[in-house]
């Protein structure tokens, strides 16, 4: 079993939380390598991105996840050089038990900021 030593964790998502998909690459695109060695073009999210350092410096632990599996994860995490900033890497969540909703606990979504 492996276990987060913290009472505080904080969880992001991948797309369009920490980056968008860039439909054209050109030279200025930071791309995100499969695990094939194809190319993604990326858009990093920054308000998100700055928000997810702010927590790890003050020593809360980080999750981030993605429908898109760990391996995708893994690939942007790398692309946006934020390996010191992150302790999980996982897929998204496919179903969570609980005896209270996630919205009594959670409270209201927040979201990092302006997504511009």
Request: glycine share 6%; aromatic share 10%; with cysteine.
């Given at each position: 079993?492996?276990?987060?030593?913290?009472?505080?964790?904080?969880?992001?998502?991948?797309?369009?939380?920490?980056?968008?998909?860039?439909?054209?690459?050109?030279?200025?695109?930071?791309?995100?390598?499969?695990?094939?060695?194809?190319?993604?073009?990326?858009?990093?999210?920054?308000?998100?991105?700055?928000?997810?350092?702010?927590?790890?410096?003050?020593?809360?632990?980080?999750?981030?996840?993605?429908?898109?599996?760990?391996?995708?994860?893994?690939?942007?995490?790398?692309?946006?050089?934020?390996?010191?900033?992150?302790?999980?890497?996982?897929?998204?969540?496919?179903?969570?038990?609980?005896?209270?909703?996630?919205?009594?606990?959670m409270g209201e979504p927040r979201w990092?900021?302006?997504r511009k």
């Amino acid at each position: 079993m492996k276990m987060i030593e913290s009472d505080i964790v904080i969880c992001f998502d991948v797309d369009d939380t920490l980056i968008s998909i860039v439909e054209t690459i050109d030279e200025h695109t930071l791309l995100a390598f499969v695990e094939d060695g194809f190319p993604v073009g990326i858009n990093p999210i920054e308000c998100n991105i700055e928000a997810l350092k702010r927590h790890k410096r003050c020593g809360q632990k980080t999750v981030v996840w993605s429908r898109g599996g760990h391996k995708w994860a893994c690939a942007v995490i790398k692309a946006l050089q934020l390996e010191e900033y992150v302790d999980v890497v996982m897929c998204k969540p496919m179903w969570y038990y609980d005896d209270i909703p996630a919205s009594k606990w959670m409270g209201e979504p927040r979201w990092g900021g302006d997504r511009k």
